[in-house]
């Protein structure tokens, strides 16, 4: 009902305006098409001046609304961060004087340069001397772009600092995977067809002696405050993106092509929130790239902790290979001991090639 | 001259076939299979227009759930049954909604409705030629956009749905029948959909080039031609060159959906299936194939607008356009650079930095030619005589939002901005302004200016000035903001906002703009309104010549047959911009010099 009711609004305000640009018309033929032309050209002429105003009213009105709520409006969660910001001021200097100065021109010229009887208009069809000036300063302004940009870029795409904490991260249709690598801080070898959703959700080969100490965990992420973290970067199935919102940075996961990504966090999750007067407040991690029909829910969370509270949550966690093989759990074993069964242990490498075999089935 | 004598033959042939076809033409060969370039023209037109409401809607429908997440309208269940349970649009129409608008506005609107329209209509016209070099493939390449058009609806209605990954169809999303339910019968018709569409559009650029450099009239020197010829030339060479590319991107996509190649799969294990066999893939192959059509497809959209806009600029500035070379060199530079930059759209995919350092610097490039451009066409307003005719209004307006759009192309150029902006709201606002809706004014005005010479009537005045002014604030009003939205790094293609702790404080703006869109949607409907009914009803033209224009086009009769000009086409003695000169107001190019008339 009251969609066939603003139907019918719609197409009688529809009417209206038509009929009324159809009388106008009629009117035109009676003054003569010459003198209503003049007119529609003077009132287009001002109107040209009108939308010049209120356009800059409107950007001033959206920039008080608005600019309060990105994230320009606290100071950057991470070093790279930092540099980022100042990018984006030199840019938005360079690129808001050329907007301001031409869109003034363009509006300005067409509203003094309206018709005019007795204009005689200048017959202007060429200078040299101008197409250089403007060939030039363009060409000035953005190599002084090109060099900011690419110094910046290099430093976010550069190696990681060495003291850099390595995770990785593993997307999925549609959430994020996490890999610690444990106590020998280097990651087991893993191989996409081992892939158990249940108890091995990235494919790890247990056979690699790296492997066993692995930690995997789910949508939660933990780093440390001031530590740079290096992030190695894939896919089980579609192409992904980490987008790290309040770091300004974000890198693709792609299947089959690990890529990496690093960053320096410079304040806790707690520091955020004081930050920022939110008490809900997260670090997000974001999909950025179309990953499918969950592609906007598919959330991750960072969080930015001290060293003391982090080294606590590690403490906590339990190495994934345990869970795939809850019987050679060492807490596991003491608790089966105690209650006096000693069950007989197949040796750790027949166990997980079995594995191989049958997740290659 | 073998030349010469060619175009003498085809003269004599053209008017044979003129004289032959007069009594002969059904409703058929008239209107259907018509090989006329003008009547092919209009038919592109119409079909993008109709493609144009479509898309259009789609947004609004998009929109919509954008705009209001909670709310439940009960009629769009009836329209859309299971794709709208409970009056709420599911993510899945959503992200189908999305895709088909992006792949509908991009080809079938900005590239087929605007370059098929008007190198059609212009380029027989301007050159002074009777007819494309070959009507019969210029039927064709309509015919297969049409068909193009018909499978790409199919798609719609389908049980799984139209494709929903977004235009760019990035494998491995679109090559996995289990990855989403879009991927499965919606694919392969958007594949064949596309595939069908390159073919028009290859069929069409051909025609189009061979035209311009074999068919001018007598004394029509390449340097003498308007700018819209000019860039609808760039244009067809673009598309030439690049959509065989994407074509190519294609199959390889239909080999890896259907006959287990490999090309972009590898590692991949699908929830609900397990892993899958394929090994040693690339999915970022695609996306090189599919940009390096994707990237100067964007300035096969934008080129036969700024073509447009710098004629119509002049003409009703009553003065020629400012830097003649210099708008044909920054044209050339702009084509040739567009083939360097595709992978700007590719800084996040793990690329080698000092590869993307590369596409930084030429990218920023392109910014030098597109500059030349503007400080060109604010030099022509500058002591004109400006007549504000609606397609006037529509180029000073794609003017402004050039500038406004191709200023963020900057930023995002620059890889270490996108690197947090890419993909984000900011990327939404940069392209629908430069791109999308400047294009849109470029038809626009196209359309106002050249209407009169299409139907022999004149579109209402009134109607066009608030068709404008509405379109125009509205454009600034809806894409502004996203700016604001995507420096928060709100990201593109979400259905819903609401569970993000970094993005849901953007509500009342994302009701606002929803509701700008649906008053612009609205709009649009008044030109229609106005294009339909003056096509039938409107003023009569009286003038063959109504802009007092130049170019030859406005030689011929107010409607003109098939072979354009009853008698001998014109011989062109001057460029087409004597405008002002020596005081004269204009002074058609077919007008010999006179003898104390000073050189431009």
New interface residues.
Partial sequence: M??YLSVAI?TLI?VV??Q???A??YVSILKGEENS?KQ??K???F??IV?LVL?FV??YV?NE???G????AYEAASVQGD??DE??WI?LV??GV??VA??I???W??YK????EN?????????TK??LI??AI??IT?TV??I???????Y???DAPKNAMVVEVTG??FGWIFRYPGKDAVFGKKY??N?D?ATNSV?IIWDDKYAQDDILTEQTMYVVKGQPVKLI?GS????H?V?L??F?????A???????MWFTPKFTTKEMREKTG?P???Y?I????????????M?GIIEVVEQEEYDLWMAKQKAQYYTAFPEKDPDAIKAAEAGGKVNAEAPVAKDSTAKVAT?KM | MSHEAALHAHESHGHDDHGHHEHHDTFLTKYVFSQDHKMIAKQFLITGMVWAVLGGLMSVLFRLQLGYPEASFP?LESILGKWAKGGQIT??AY?ALVTTHGTVLVFFVLTAGLSGTFANFLIPLQIGARDMASPFMNMLSYWFFFTASIVMLSSMFVETGPF???W?A????SA?HD???GSKTGMDLWIIAMALFVVSSLLGGLNYIATILNMRTKGMSMTRLPLTIWALFFTAVLGVLSFPVLLSGLILLIFDRNFGTSFY???????GVG?LSN?G????LFQHLFWFLGHPEVYIILLPAMGMVSEIMSVN??????????MLGSLFAIAVLAFLVWAHHMF???LN?FL??VF??LT??I??PS??K???W??T????????TPGM?FA?GF??LF??GG??G??LG????D??L???YFVIAHFHIVMGVASMFGMFAGVYHWFPKMYGRHL????G??HF?VT??GA??IF??MH??G???M???????S?????K??AD?NRFISTVAMIVF?TQ??FL??FF?SIFKG?KVTDPNPWKSNTLEWTTPINPGHGNWPGEIPEVHRWP?D?????VDFIPQDVPVGEHESS?
């Fill in positions: 009251n969609l719609i529809f305006i038509f009324i640009s159809k106008s018309e032309r529609n050209n009132i287009n002429g109107l040209m939308f356009g409107g950007i959206c609304l608005y600019f709520k990105t994230l320009l540099k980022w990018m984006f840019t360079v690129t050329v907007f031409t869109q021109i363009l509006f010229f067409s340069y309206q018709e005019d204009r005689k208009v200048f017959f202007f069809a060429h200078s101008l197409e403007w060939t363009p060409a953005l772009l090109v900011f940009g690419l110094r910046n870029w290099f976010f795409t550069g999925k249709q996409y067809r892939i959703p494919g970067i089980r199935d579609v192409i993106d987008g919102t309040a300004r940075l974000k890198m693709d792609v299947p089959g092509i690990p890529t990496t939110n809900n407040y997260t997000e974001s999909c950025d790239q179309m990953c499918g029909n969950g592609h906007y829910s959330k997740a | 009629w993510p899945e992200y929903s990954g977004g760019t990035y494998p491995p999303l996995l990855a989403s339910p799969l590898s590692d991949i294990f699908v929830n892993a090994e893939g690339s999915a970022i500035s009553r003065k020629p356009i400012f830097g003649y070379m210099a996040v995919t793990g930095p993307g350092s930084v610097l920023l490039l910014a030098v500059a030349i503007v400080f060109n604010l030099t307003l500058w002591r004109g005589n400006i007549r504000f209004l000073i003017v402004s500038i406004s200023l963020t900057i930023w620059n890889a270490a901005l690197i947090h890419h993909d984000t209402n005045n009134s109607l000035y608030i002014w125009m604030a600034y009003l502004w903001p604001y939205q420096l928060a790094g990201p593109r293609r979400y259905f819903d906002f569970i993000w702790e970094s993005f404080q953007f703006l609205a409907i008044l309104i106005n009914y003023r911009y405008y002002g000169k020596d005081g431009h």
